[in-house]
């Protein structure tokens, strides 16, 4: 089965040129062979004919215009719907070729034995290792203190000391003038306490004071009254 392709070489008209060049670079580009055949030349007055007597004209037309496509002897179709086919991916049915069947999709390769049973053994594995109890560890090597090593860490560890010391003495220094510094207050406040007490004392004491005054003076009146009550005695017995 041949494709056949009847076209006009000497055409003026430039939209048959189109679909002419159209419908073979079509065919070029889907790797589907042709038979071109020129209606124009020389000899070939019965292909013209032949085209004409099998084709269908198309609207208003007298005969029908290149291109037209044949498979063999079997009519196909014109442009349009060489086109439309070739579009809508009918392209083999529209040239009654036969449609290739599909290609089954690849299928994966089977596995073989060996790989098959790798993940039961890495499963397998995996179990066993949970099952298995957990080892100790193995303790690292203890390591022998050498003299030197005992001199470095023992004046690494006075330097650390003189600092503890010296961090403790300054903090019990610290504390020391806190201790100062409450006492400090602590005997300003008792002071002003013990004032303002002394004062209140005092304040409860003048009555008191006043009180004894008056009596003393009262007493010494009453001496003086009776010395002299008693000095006119003494003056009437003389008489």
């Known amino acids: 089965m041949v494709i056949r392709v009847y076209v006009s ?6 939209e048959v040129k189109k679909r002419q060049q159209r419908v073979l670079m079509i065919l070029e580009s889907k ?5 071109i055949i020129d209606i124009t030349e020389p000899g070939k007055e019965s292909d013209k004919e032949f085209m004409q007597q099998n084709s269908k004209p198309r609207g208003d037309q007298k005969h029908p215009l290149p291109p037209q496509i044949f498979n063999d002897d079997e009519y196909c179709g014109d442009f349009i719907g060489f086109d439309l086919s070739n579009e809508n991916e009918k392209l083999l049915p529209f040239l009654k070729m036969a449609v290739p069947e599909p290609s089954p999709p690849p299928q994966p390769k089977e596995e073989s034995d ?3 049973k790798r993940p039961e053994e890495e499963s397998e594995e995996e179990s066993e290792e949970e099952t298995k109890p957990s080892r100790p560890r193995p303790r690292p090597p203890t390591k022998v203190v050498t003299e030197d090593d ?4 023992g004046d690494g560890n006075d330097d650390e000391n003189a600092n503890k010391n010296q961090t403790e003495a300054e903090s019990s220094e610290n504390k020391e003038d ?3 510094d409450e006492n400090t207050e602590e005997m300003v406040a008792f002071e002003d306490d013990t004032g303002k007490q002394k004062d209140d004392e005092d304040d409860a004491n003048a009555p008191n004071e006043n009180e004894n ?3 003393d003076e009262n ?3 009453q001496e003086t009254k009776t010395d002299g009550e008693h000095d006119s005695e003494m003056e009437i017995s003389e008489e």
Do not use: H
Request: hydrophobic content about 20%; overall charge negative.
């Open 150 to 153: 005992s001199n470095a860490n």
């Open 219 to 221: 007493i010494v009146e």
């Open 31 to 35: 790797n589907i062979p042709c038979e």
């Open 178 to 180: 806190e201790r100062q």
């Open 114 to 116: 060996d790989e098959s």
């Open 213 to 215: 005054t008056e009596t």
């Open 9 to 14: 070489g000497i055409s003026g008209n430039k």
